[in-house]
């Protein structure tokens, strides 16, 4: 995903540049907003890893039909101690990453952000990553389809692990994964109790997605979350985006389209790891404590 750049001129000084820049922001009129955000320091502050000692992980790879072929990696990483019949929320990464990416304890370290939950009394639950590639989780053209393969594919998988109860089934996703986790959410067969959508890549028009994110103007119209938010009526849903993030204003707008205000919120923030990393607790917590029935 590539931000927009804003070019500030005519205003005259550092100071009255500097100004300038920052009530543009204020009323959201500043063309550039995230990279504003970033120079003028008030990103808010970055999350933190905790300090804590994750569960176990255990991770594989299977040969995925609706990915053409694709050999694609899976990890699964549950809290510390043993608990049984866990619920397990399907995680989906964001444009350039990997099913390794949620892991990666230089990245987003979710299993970390999972026990310091569940040490703080969060019902415990598992987290189970998958590769997607660069598919914006939905059926391309090429007849590739990434939100297939989760459902008909990776949830068998997932099945088979005894400790695992499908039954209580969540998503959660960053960035493209936040987009497919509202798509797939809100799409049958799958029977989702709960949502957490990180600042999700949403747009109001497909003349202003990400290059590569929709095969057309058609595949725009039939997968956009925009319209759909009747469908998660019965779903646990925490939306969270950064005021500085470039999806900011469909974030806000997607987010008013529900009958009932979602969980979590906008707040200063950019798109980027550190703001992530502040959201996760809360995400995390109230995974948590969807998928157990609160």
Not at 9 to 15: D, L, P, Q, R
Not at 256 to 263: D, K, L
């Amino acid at each position: 995903m590539i931000s927009r750049r804003g070019v500030l001129v005519g205003i005259g000084g550092a100071g009255a540049l500097a100004a300038g820049a920052a009530i543009g922001v204020q009323t959201e009129v500043l063309p550039g907003r995230s990279w504003a955000y970033h120079r003028l320091g008030i990103d808010g502050a970055d999350g933190t890893v905790p300090d804590v000692t994750p569960g176990p992980t255990e991770s594989g790879s299977f040969t995925s039909e609706h990915r053409l072929g694709q050999e694609v990696g899976w990890t699964i990483a549950r809290p510390p101690a043993e608990h049984a019949r866990l619920p397990v929320a399907i995680v989906l990464h964001g444009r350039g990453d990997d099913h390794a990416s949620a892991f990666d304890h230089d990245y987003l370290a979710l299993d970390m952000f999972l026990a310091a939950a569940v040490a703080d009394g969060t019902p415990p639950f598992a987290l189970a990553s998958i590769d997607g590639g660069d598919t914006y989780w939905h059926p391309r053209e090429s007849g590739e389809d990434a939100a297939a393969m989760v459902v008909d594919e990776f949830l068998p998988l997932l099945l088979g692990r005894h400790d695992l109860d499908l039954g209580r089934l969540g998503l959660l996703g960053w960035s493209m994964g936040g987009f497919g986790a509202l798509y797939i959410g809100a799409a049958p067969p799958a029977q989702v109790r709960a949502i957490g959508a990180m600042s999700p890549a949403l747009w109001h028009e497909y003349a202003d997605t990400a290059p590569g994110a929709f095969d057309d103007e058609t595949d725009f119209e039939r997968t956009t979350p925009f319209g759909d938010q009747d469908d998660l009526a019965r779903t646990a849903v925490r939306i969270d985006c950064g005021e500085g993030d470039p999806f900011y204003d469909a974030v806000k707008d997607y987010r008013a389209g529900f009958a009932e205000e979602p969980a979590g919120g906008l707040a200063l923030g950019d798109h980027d790891i550190g703001y992530w990393r502040r959201i996760a607790p809360g995400q995390v917590a109230f995974l948590g404590h969807a998928l157990a029935g609160g």
